[in-house]
């Protein structure tokens, strides 16, 4: 059976995993971190896309970004990871792919799962034991949304904004939101998103993406469809 194609539409959020080859690690050295990050954000701003968040683990890399046309993430994804990966292999003497095959992306909902992701991808140091507290981990975009250290990378979305009137207060809040963590279920819907690249959100969110394409956003039902009476 033919695989999916990714599904990219302007204007709406990208949830993207970029996973090593084998579950390898991608990055072995800080200057490998340093060179991801700038290639990222000189794509990112040649290909119209705004990034919201990033966190950059061993072996892969999360990001949220919203792009304003609708090749503008792929453009942005295969540019960094292509010089990455050259650069990659050039400083460690290795060959062949540093991909998992393609990268997965799925849309989200922003207003009901945009700060969720963010939490999420700010606690996988921690889960993961690279770091006691997020705002210990460097590789993430954490550190700006808490107010802790700018970065100039971060497009901040509109559901940042609306934690608060001033600077102080929506650090503030969005720390409180990182401190409280996910309850299951979103953990679940958005790990599940990830791993799957369908859809997440709302019925009405859902019907939105699905006018503007004729691939599937959801993963159909298992069984055959009920019989009219």
Known sequence: MARLSRLTLPGQVHFITLQGHAAGDVFLD???RLRWLGWMGEYARAEGVALHAYVLLPNRVRLLATPETDTG??????????RYGRHFNATHGRRGTLWEGRYRSTLIQAARYLLPAMVFMDLEPVREGLAAHARDYRWSSHNHFAGILPDRLIVPPAEYWALGNTPFAREAAYADLVREGLDSRTFAALDAAAKTGWSLGDEAFVASLQQQTDRRVIKLRAGRPRKEA
């Open 73 to 82: 993430v792929p453009r942005w994804v295969q540019a960094m990871g292509r």
């Open 30 to 32: 800080e200057e490998d």
